[in-house]
């Protein structure tokens, strides 16, 4: 980078911002407007760092829930479950868990 990155109306203009890199790390940098009122250009900086890694993206499969074994595991008398407890977070834990 060596262009000026900071500036305020008439003042002379300075490189204040830095950017160290290995050479071949930066493609690109452009100078963008400032945000606000900020005297600091926003630097917009590209790279050529590629990930390797596929992003796998997990999604529920709603249609294969077994739906009546859930059914069969939520149906009970919740009142009565949790009368004798007042309201004490751990104690309805250790009653869900069973």
Not at 20 to 42: C, E, F, M, R
Request: net charge negative; hydrophobic share 40%; charged share 25%.
């Amino acid at each position: 980078m060596n262009f000026p990155n900071r500036a305020r109306g008439t003042d002379t203009p300075h490189l204040l911002d830095l950017i160290i890199t290995d050479d071949q790390l930066i493609n690109n940098i452009d100078a963008l407007p400032p945000l606000g009122k900020s005297d600091h250009v926003v630097l917009m900086i590209e790279t050529n760092i590629f990930n390797s890694e596929s992003r796998v993206e997990q999604k529920f499969n709603c249609n294969k829930g077994d739906y009546d074994a859930l059914r069969t595991y939520i149906a009970c008398d919740w009142n009565t479950e949790f009368a004798a407890i007042n309201l004490d977070v751990e104690a309805m834990w250790n009653i869900i868990k069973k």
